[in-house]
């Protein structure tokens, strides 16, 4: 995996993206407390700005932290897989 310049993107220079070999998009969160859904809601709103600029890339959260189940449901709904680090 390698790191994507999230300005490419019209995302904050502090959003962490990686790009793996297949060109999947993963937005990165390393912390140690919860996802909850404000998260949730900040990660659908980088998800629409990639879109925005490639509709072809698959978007997945990629996180070490434990994610709340309604955000789980949420973001699922929204076609963005959870994966844990």
Do not use: W
């Amino acid at each position: 995996m390698k790191p994507v310049d999230p300005k490419t993107y019209n995302l904050s220079p502090r959003t962490k993206l990686l790009e793996n070999n297949r060109g999947s998009l993963f937005v990165l969160i390393d912390r140690k407390s919860r996802v909850v859904m404000k998260d949730g809601y900040k990660i659908v709103k980088i998800a629409e700005h990639i879109k925005k600029v490639n509709q072809n890339k698959k978007i997945s959260l990629l996180t070490s932290a434990p994610v709340c189940s309604k955000t789980k449901k949420h973001l699922l709904k929204c076609s963005i897989p959870v994966l844990s680090l």
